[in-house]
């Protein structure tokens, strides 16, 4: 596989895997607002459940390195955007290693 090819197909997943881990934190936060209007506690739909648990996948390594440089935030909201991209280009980076690996490997058979 050329470069080029690696770097659009790492670029495609990348955009998806921001796309996916924005709006499943959307959901999981719109759906997250109706315990705070209650104002007693109110378990969560099967959806916002889901959502919250994908969108904490999808933020590591991010949320893990942020939260132990304890940023908060108090940072530039600039720094904020360029963390969430930077994660997604790791995992555009990741997933697209993995697809030529096994491409590679079924190649090889």
Excluded at 13 to 24: K, P, R, V
Excluded at 59 to 84: C, K, N
């Amino acid at each position: 596989m050329r470069l080029r090819d690696f770097g659009v197909m790492a670029a495609v997943l990348s955009a998806a895997h921001l796309m996916i881990a924005l709006g499943s934190f959307a959901i999981a936060f719109s759906f997250g607002m109706e315990q705070f209007d209650a104002g007693a506690p109110i378990d969560g739909s099967r959806l916002e459940v889901t959502a919250s648990v994908v969108a904490k996948i999808l933020w590591q390594p991010m949320l893990a390195i942020w939260s132990a440089m304890f940023f908060g935030r108090s940072s530039p909201w600039l720094l904020q955007w360029f963390a969430f991209l930077l994660n997604s280009v790791l995992w555009g980076l990741a997933l697209a290693s993995l697809v030529v690996a096994i491409k590679t490997r079924l190649r090889a058979r």
